[in-house]
């Protein structure tokens, strides 16, 4: 999923990359998904979605929490603005509940700079484990990205581009194996 609203965002073409990388297979279906898609008001229900079904909900923003609800297993992509992610991602996490609870989260960031989103990174772990995901352990920091990932949705030749590649390969395999684990065996809630 592509945290970026923007229109010619520099994640789209990072996402044109991995969906070109990471084509559909007989057991595993990939979602592209970008906030652009899901247009919410800033969040203003008077629930606390991890405490208490929010009521009243248009119809967009129930759409965007069936569509949380149906995944397996998340890539959240996103820039770093002013050292955290965007405030339209952060939003759009507002509305969430239950839907992604014990579900596995791969962090990929990005910047035009030397750091690679790194404040961004480190500012979605604790919102995501707030909405009890599993965040994996080591987040994908793209540094200098416009210098590596041409509009087409490739990777330019550039010394940083073979990692970019190994980087980006390694959180489909990550992201698949334990949103498979964890489909086949459900979180539990420990009984006393």
Not at 22 to 37: G, I, S
Not at 89 to 112: A, C, M, R
Not at 114 to 132: H, K, T
Request: proline share 6%; charged share 20%.
């Amino acid at each position: 999923m592509l945290g970026s609203i923007r229109a010619a965002s520099l994640g789209k073409t990072i996402l044109d990359y991995r969906q070109k990388q990471t084509p559909n297979t007989a057991d595993v279906t990939y979602y592209w998904l970008k906030l652009r898609d899901f247009p919410l008001a800033p969040y203003h229900h008077d629930e606390t979605p991890l405490s208490q079904r929010t009521q009243g909900l248009q119809e967009n923003e129930s759409g965007w929490l069936e569509t949380l609800a149906k995944m397996d297993g998340f890539v959240f992509v996103s820039p770093e603005y002013d050292h955290a992610l965007t405030g339209a991602f952060k939003n759009t996490l507002d509305y969430v509940g239950p839907e992604t609870d014990h579900k596995p989260v791969q962090i990929v960031t990005y910047s035009s700079y030397s750091d690679g989103g790194m404040m961004a990174a480190a500012n979605m772990v604790g919102i995501l484990q707030m909405l009890q995901m599993i965040v994996l352990p080591t987040p994908v920091l793209l540094w200098n990205a416009v210098d590596n990932f041409a509009a087409d949705g490739t990777l330019k030749d550039h010394p940083n581009s073979a990692h970019f590649a190994n980087r980006l390969a390694e959180t489909t395999h990550d992201i698949t194996f334990y949103s498979q684990l964890l489909k086949d065996h459900p979180y539990e809630l420990a009984t006393h």
